[in-house]
């Protein structure tokens, strides 16, 4: 992972290792992306990284649940921001 000049990196959306085309990608601040990758590693899938973060890093009153859009071409979802 290569940082850019102004402290960003890209951050694959879905690994190339899982099945990504490696085009889908999101700037992250470098620092975030390194903690990213200590936490979670490469092999983790979606729902291992929300067992991960219920089970050791979220307050136990809350749960984080997450659920797979069907699509054709995950890579032609569109980001939606609440």
């Known amino acids: 992972m290569t940082a850019f000049a102004n402290g ?10 899982q099945g990504g085309s490696g ?11 390194i903690a990213w990758h200590n936490l979670f590693s490469g092999d983790m ?6 067992q991960s973060l219920n089970d050791y890093w979220i307050d136990p009153r809350y749960i984080i649940k997450c659920e797979k ?8 979802l569109e980001l939606q921001f609440p």
């Open 69 to 76: 859009l069907e699509t054709a071409d995950p890579n032609q």
């Open 45 to 50: 899938t979606v729902p291992d990284i929300v």
């Open 8 to 17: 960003f990196s890209k951050h694959h959306r879905q690994p190339i290792a």
């Open 23 to 33: 085009t889908r990608t999101t700037l992250v601040m470098h620092e975030q992306h």
